[in-house]
């Protein structure tokens, strides 16, 4: 029996998407964005949210490491309003993603874990379940956490457990890597690397696309798949 495709959702940049290969992210289940400091993770994470307030639904932001700024936020186009953010420890944050879920009212969760997640990520039990809810009542968990600047792709599969409970029930994976840093008499811009290194839905063997983003506005222009 031929899988049934979920509802996709943009990404918000027609250049990631495109790397995608099915426009945008799978509207249900685990999506896993591993990544050093300054790669993109909270930004992609905004979009996503601006895009899925665009359709009318109900997003969640769990924020473990601290990274949300109202006005970043805004400046993506989140109502800022109508998103539910919550502050919390990683032992309850996946946990408090599952209940949300569970109303089925929240369509999207995203959940920004802390620089030392890989040190309490969760049991392969604990995170099933979480796909597994996802997936049955049509929702969304986007879960992202820093790496080291010098973990390899290849090591994300073996070193200190990176990855591997969320990676092996995500329908997508993805890793950054920061490329540059500048300010020029103005925002910020800020360059990097993001490759697909697992999709559920896709056919391509780790795709990659070079974005840039800035601190006034997120998403700075499009960019071409390498």
Request: aromatic fraction near 6%.
């Amino acid at each position: 029996v031929e899988e049934e495709m979920p509802d996709i959702i943009s990404s918000g940049s027609p250049a990631l998407d495109e790397a995608l290969e099915v426009d945008g992210f799978p509207m249900q289940g685990i999506i896993e964005f591993a990544g050093e400091q300054g790669s993109g993770k909270t930004t992609v994470a905004l979009h996503l949210i601006a895009e899925a307030q665009k359709l009318g639904k109900i997003c969640a932001y769990i924020d473990v490491a601290r990274q949300y700024s109202v006005e970043y936020a805004s400046a993506i186009g989140i109502d800022t309003k109508a998103l539910l953010v919550s502050q919390v420890d990683d032992p309850k944050a996946l946990a408090l993603a599952e209940m949300l879920v569970r109303t089925s009212a929240v369509e999207l969760v995203v959940i920004e874990l802390d620089s030392h997640a890989h040190r309490h990520l969760p049991p392969d039990r604990i995170a099933n379940q979480l796909a597994s809810v996802a997936i049955a009542l049509g929702a969304l968990v986007f879960v992202t956490y820093k790496i080291p600047a010098d973990l390899s792709p290849g090591d994300l599969n073996v070193r200190m457990g990176y990855t591997s409970n969320f990676r092996r029930f995500a329908n997508v994976s993805l890793r950054g890597e920061h490329l540059f840093h500048s300010r020029e008499n103005g925002p910020i811009t800020t360059g990097a690397r993001i490759t697909v290194t697992k999709n559920r839905y896709g056919a391509k063997e780790h795709p990659t696309v070079e974005l840039r983003f800035r601190s006034d506005q997120g998403y700075e222009r499009p960019s071409c798949p390498a």
